[in-house]
T-cell receptor, first 115, second 112 residues
Framework: GAGVSQSPRYKVAKRGQDVALRCDPI?????LFWYQQALGQGPEFLTY????????KSGLPSDRFFAERPEGSVSTLKIQRTQQEDSAVYLC?????????????FGPGTRLLVL | AQSVTQLGSHVSVSEGALVLLRCNYS??????LFWYVQYPNQGLQLLLK??????LVKGINGFEAEFKKSETSFHLTKPSAHMSDAAEYFC??????????FGSGTQLTVLP
């Protein structure tokens, strides 16, 4: 079946612009996670949802970052007043509980460049 | 709290040689451990995972990893490297929280 999809794949923004990044999880996956991957680093957790409920947003770096999943499927990560330090790849993952535990399946990411 | 340390940000091996990528973790609870591979401009693909069923875990593409609790390690190995194995590899741990904590990654280069 189809995997996790993300759009756009690439986004260039001028400093101060707002951006919205979309994630379409695997159908039926209840949990959805957002990670930020800076150049040359491992992904770092931002936030996660179970259905439409945002259960943990402890990784969001500032109040300029906002995520939603209103119908428990598609999720949007919004960054307001972008700054150069927001430049990174934003990865979305969805998961379900299977034999042997929970596995997160990742999308291809959105590469954000803030000029 | 949990953390992952990957020793060696860059590893080079010859084609056909043994691949060994090191991962040490810390976790306050029995961990779930994962290895992911990332090809350029792509997302993360799961190679294998440890969930306490067996200490030696076999994954895709001939990779395997052994969980050693006494050493808090979960090193990734492959007996014979192939050119297509060139990529970045990430070790990750999940403890009491739902999210994954990743290491900083190891870039594997395979020399002809």
């Amino acid at each position: 079946g189809a995997g996790v999809s993300q759009s756009p794949r690439y986004k260039v923004a001028k400093r101060g612009q707002d951006v919205a990044l979309r994630c379409d999880p695997i159908s039926g996956h209840v949990s959805l996670f957002w990670y930020q991957q800076a150049l040359g680093q491992g992904p770092e957790f931002l936030t996660y949802f179970q259905n439409e409920a945002q259960l943990d947003k402890s990784g969001l770096p500032s109040d300029r970052f906002f995520a939603e999943r209103p119908e428990g499927s598609v999720s949007t990560l919004k960054i307001q007043r972008t700054q150069q330090e927001d430049s990174a790849v934003y990865l979305c993952a969805s998961s379900f509980i299977e034999e042997g535990g929970e596995t997160q399946y990742f999308g291809p990411g959105t590469r954000l460049l803030v000029l | 709290a949990q953390s992952v340390t990957q020793l060696g940000s860059h590893v080079s091996v010859s084609e056909g040689a043994l691949v060994l990528l090191r991962c040490n973790y810390s976790s306050s609870v029995p961990p779930y451990l994962f290895w992911y591979v990332q090809y350029p401009n792509q997302g993360l693909q799961l190679l294998l995972k440890y969930t306490s069923a067996a200490t030696l875990v076999k994954g895709i593409n001939g990779f395997e990893a052994e969980f050693k609790k006494s050493e808090t390690s979960f090193h990734l190995t492959k007996p014979s490297a192939h050119m297509s194995d060139a990529a970045e590899y990430f070790c990750a741990v999940r403890g009491s929280a739902r999210q994954l904590t990743f290491g900083s990654g190891t870039q594997l280069t395979v020399l002809p």
